[in-house]
């Protein structure tokens, strides 16, 4: 019931910046939580970071100080504002929401989690 589609990713050189977006669109009652995963070839995928609907962050150790997500409720998006890249943050990023997609979920207080299909970013030394 969520459909999510990221842009922004890209080829950039070690320092600079990228800013990733992620609209989610479908029939929803709410989202609570929009974020980013990211996996790098032969690794696990990992959080890098999340915002909830009140606004509270959180970061992967690795990226704080560098990267900063924010939202818009309204318009349920969610960025990420990626600066000071470093080679190792090459990855494919994947933007994620957890939603209420039904009265039912509500009342049951299940979220569904959705998943994009992934923005390459590249970062050479």
């Known amino acids: 019931q969520v459909q999510l589609v990221e842009s922004g990713g890209g080829l950039v050189q070690a320092g600079g910046s990228l800013r990733l977006s992620c609209v989610a669109s479908g029939i929803f009652v709410e989202i609570n939580t929009m974020g980013w995963y990211r996996q790098a070839p032969g690794k696990q995928r990992e959080l890098v970071a999340s915002?909830?609907?009140?606004?509270?962050?959180n970061y992967v150790d690795s990226v704080k100080g560098r990267f900063t997500v924010s939202s818009d409720n309204v318009k349920h998006t969610v960025q990420l504002q990626m600066n000071n890249l470093k080679p190792e943050d090459s990855a494919v990023y994947f933007c994620?929401?957890?939603?209420?997609?039904?009265?039912?979920?509500?009342?049951?207080?299940?979220?569904?989690?959705?998943w994009g299909q992934g923005t390459r970013v590249t970062i050479s030394s």
């Open positions: 915002i909830s609907r009140g606004g509270a962050q």
């Open positions: 994620y929401a957890d939603a209420i997609v039904s009265a039912r979920d509500a009342f049951m207080r299940d979220e569904t989690t959705t």
